[in-house]
Nanobody, 115 residues
Framework: QVQLEESGGGLVQAGGSLRLSCAASGILFRLYAMGWYRQAPGKQRELVALSTSGGSTNYADSVKGRFTISRDNAKNTVYLQMNSLQPEDTAVYYC?????????WGRGTPVTVSS
């Protein structure tokens, strides 16, 4: 059974930082592309950051220079360090694992940035 469990969300003031974690089980973690997505109220889910199995990373333009994705294959965990948070970063953040035609999702962790 595949499980992705996010943690680290919460309430933070604008300019602050949070670090999200996503612990995976039931998959061969190192073979999967791991991503962080977010969905704000009334908006579609969007990709925030991606870490491929080969070690490459990609970011949405809106978070470049502020967010950093990293992964620890030994711990089956992917992280999202979020700095200089802004109210527009408020959303539920979801972890995803993707390989070929298999995609798995976590339940999400809410992030609220107050102005």
């Amino acid at each position: 059974q595949v499980q992705l469990e996010e943690s680290g969300g919460g309430l933070v003031q604008a300019g602050g930082s949070l670090r999200l974690s996503c612990a995976a089980s039931g998959i061969l973690f190192r073979l999967y592309a791991m991503g962080w997505y977010r969905q704000a109220p009334g908006k579609q889910r969007e990709l925030v950051a991606l870490s491929t199995s080969g070690g490459s990373t990609n970011y949405a333009d809106s978070v470049k220079g502020r967010f950093t994705i990293s992964r620890d294959n030994a711990k089956n965990t992917v992280y999202l360090q979020m700095n200089s948070l802004q109210p527009e970063d408020t959303a539920v953040y979801y972890c995803s694992a993707n390989r070929a035609r298999s995609t798995y999702w976590g339940r999400g962790t809410p992030v609220t940035v107050s102005s």
